[in-house]
């Protein structure tokens, strides 16, 4: 079946360490995105990428990297850098343009310890 | 910039009951609406969408109205069920330069006792 693959469901790092969520998706869609996921909030857009080889920073983009080296996959690493990194992280994609859907994986909990 | 406000959860109800969850949005082009559910633990699903003025979206008994005059879209339910039980978002895809992304409201948690 079709669908956005995301792993691990569950991760906890300790303080200091970078860690990278693996986004895979067989949907053949040319954009991808990374979405955070805090509790008793919307959600907010990380980084996006429109096509392999590129990518831009999303809203909160800070502390956070990406890479888009195929169509289908689109790796996330939360960086030491990242000052609250504890959160639900989602990835998605969807072919370009307004009316169309934009379809989520299963998500992965951070946890930092 | 593009905003979505979502009525404060939570809400309960008792099944088959009436459900209203209110969407208002600002939006600076032609957006798309969207409804998505979120179960427990879980990512988020489609519910339906609207991509157009005076669109209805509909799906699993829920259904949602696109009202451009008022910049709103209201998910409604006749008739709801425990399994309803989750979080719902409202989302707008704007047109033009900021198409790429959802806008979402905060969620409402909806809580349907038996």
């Known amino acids: 079946d079709g669908g956005i693959t995301q792993s691990p469901k569950y991760l906890f790092r300790k303080e200091g360490q970078n860690v990278t969520l693996s986004c895979e998706q067989n949907l053949n869609h040319d954009a991808m995105y990374w979405y955070r996921q805090d509790p008793g909030q919307g959600l907010r857009l990380i980084y996006y990428?429109?096509?392999?080889?590129?990518?831009q920073k999303g809203d909160i983009a800070e502390g956070y990297s990406v890479s888009r080296e195929k169509k289908e996959s689109f790796p996330l690493t939360v960086t030491s850098a990242q000052k609250n990194p504890t959160a639900f992280y989602l990835c998605?994609?969807?072919?370009?343009?307004?009316?169309?859907?934009?379809?989520f994986g299963e998500g992965s909990w951070l946890t930092v310890v | 910039g593009n905003s979505v406000t979502q009525m404060e959860g939570p809400v309960t109800l008792s099944e088959e009951a009436f459900l209203t969850i209110n969407c208002t949005y600002t939006?600076?082009?032609?957006?798309?609406l969207f409804w998505y559910v979120q179960y427990p633990g879980e990512g988020l699903q489609l519910l339906l969408k609207?991509?157009?003025?005076?669109d209805k979206g509909s799906n699993k008994g829920f259904e949602a109205t696109y009202r451009k005059e008022t910049t709103s879209s209201h998910l409604e339910k006749g008739s709801v069920q425990v399994s309803d039980s989750a979080v719902y978002f409202c989302?707008?895809?704007?047109?033009?330069?900021?198409?790429?992304?959802?806008?979402f409201g905060k969620g409402t948690l909806l809580t349907v006792n038996p």
């Open positions: 998605a994609s969807s072919i370009p343009g307004t009316g169309n859907t934009i379809y």
């Open positions: 939006a600076t082009g032609y957006p798309s």
């Open positions: 609207a991509t157009k003025a005076d």
């Open positions: 989302a707008l895809r704007d047109s033009g330069g900021s198409n790429y992304k959802l806008t």
């Open positions: 990428s429109q096509i392999v080889n590129d990518f």
